[in-house]
C-alpha cells in the first residue's frame, strides 16, 4: 500500500519570489493544493475564472479576497470560502510579515 502524508506546515518553500502552488491530491475531478504566499496578491488586471469549483481555507497568515460584486472577505486562519465554478475573484492582498498557507480544494459537482 501506497501512503501518501506529510504536513502542511512543514517543508514551506524557501524562495517565495512567487507563490507556490503543489498538489497534494489529484484523482478524477478532484484537485487538493496546498498554496503559499508572502505578500502576494493578484495582478490589478487579473481575476480567477475557474472551470471548477474552488473550496480554499486560510491555514496560517492572513489575506483578502475580492469577489466580484460582493465585499472584500478578510481571511484569517480557519476562515474558508466556497467559490462555485466560474466565481471571478482575486487575492487583494496576504500579509508579508509571514508565510500565507492555504488549503484548496478544486471539484465538481454541487457542493452540499
Known amino acids: ?27 478524477g475531478q478532484l484537485k487538493v493544493e496546498r498554496i503559499v504566499s508572502n ?3 493578484s495582478a490589478a ?3 480567477y475564472d475557474q472551470p471548477q469549483n474552488e473550496w ?3 491555514l496560517k497568515g492572513a489575506a483578502i479576497v475580492q469577489i466580484e460584486g ?3 472577505q478578510h481571511l484569517e486562519p ?6 462555485p465554478a ?10 508579508p510579515e509571514t508565510e500565507t498557507v ?10 452540499d
Open 102 to 111: 492555504w488549503l484548496a480544494v478544486h471539484y465538481s459537482g454541487t457542493a
Open 1 to 27: 500500500m501506497d501512503l501518501n502524508t506529510g504536513n502542511l506546515f512543514q517543508a514551506l518553500p524557501i524562495d517565495l519570489s512567487e507563490e507556490v502552488f503543489q498538489t497534494l491530491i489529484s484523482a
Open 45 to 47: 488586471d487579473f481575476w
Open 78 to 83: 480557519g476562515c474558508y470560502l466556497d467559490l
Open 86 to 95: 466560474h466565481t471571478r475573484h482575486r487575492v487583494a492582498w496576504t500579509t
Open 56 to 58: 480554499v481555507v486560510l
Open 70 to 72: 460582493m465585499p472584500d
Open 39 to 41: 505578500g502576494h496578491r
